[in-house]
């Protein structure tokens, strides 16, 4: 037979443990339901969200040392099961102004999250060595030193070189994510406004 109790729990360790459970519940409920983000979910009839489901379900923040994910309870704990940011989980409420998706677990890196730095400058290395070079990126981040550089030729060396201003040793641990570099900023075209309407 199916217990929530815990083996050798007496009646009143339950009880209290239960009265625990149901105020937990009611914080996160009462967070849910005070998020902007999700009231704007509850009015839109095209989404399966109401105030009965969200009481039933509540969306949560479940954090972690380096980041954090948004969404109902089981949902991110599956997503994040094999993710590595530190200390954690922790199930916390929403707080008022938090965005998320109504249909998957969104994700907030945190200022200080290894994992957010290494994603984005494998991205950055990407952006720079262009469309035909780019697969060195994840070549370089699946293999061993020894075995890249071994695989790697001297055109693609010479262009590591050329581009980025290091050696390939050096583009291997960017890749690999054990060192970050200040690579160029992204070249963003601006728009002006010069206060002219179109006739």
């Known amino acids: 037979m199916l217990t929530l109790r815990f083996d050798g729990e007496s009646d009143d360790e339950f009880r209290v443990r239960a009265?625990?459970?149901?105020?937990?519940?009611?914080?996160l409920v009462s967070a849910c339901l005070a998020n902007r983000c999700m009231l704007r979910y509850i009015a839109d009839p095209s989404?399966?969200?109401?105030?009965?489901?969200?009481?039933?379900?509540?969306?949560?923040?479940?954090?972690?040392?380096?980041?954090?994910a948004i969404g109902d309870l089981g949902s991110c704990l599956s997503a994040?099961?094999?993710?590595?940011?530190g200390d954690g989980p922790w199930v916390m409420p929403l707080e008022p102004d938090d965005e998320f998706f109504p249909d998957r677990v969104a994700y907030v890196y945190r200022a200080n999250s290894l994992y957010n730095r290494r994603f984005e400058q494998r991205r950055r290395l990407k952006e720079l060595?262009?469309?035909?070079?780019?697969?060195?990126?994840?070549?370089?981040k699946r293999r061993t030193k020894t075995l890249f550089l071994d695989l790697l030729t001297r055109e693609e060396a010479d262009a590591i070189r050329r581009i980025l201003n290091m050696e390939p040793g050096a583009f291997w641990r960017a890749c690999k994510g054990t060192t970050f570099h200040n690579f160029p900023p992204r070249l963003v075209q601006g728009e002006l406004d010069f206060g002219c309407e179109e006739a």
């Not at 994040?80 to 940011?85: G, I, L, V």
């Open 19 to 27: 009265e625990r459970a149901v105020r937990v519940a009611k914080v």
């Open 80 to 85: 994040t099961a094999s993710k590595r940011w």
């Open 47 to 68: 989404l399966p969200y109401t105030e009965d489901s969200v009481r039933v379900s509540p969306t949560v923040r479940v954090e972690y040392e380096e980041a954090i």
């Open 129 to 140: 060595l262009g469309k035909r070079l780019r697969p060195l990126v994840e070549t370089a």
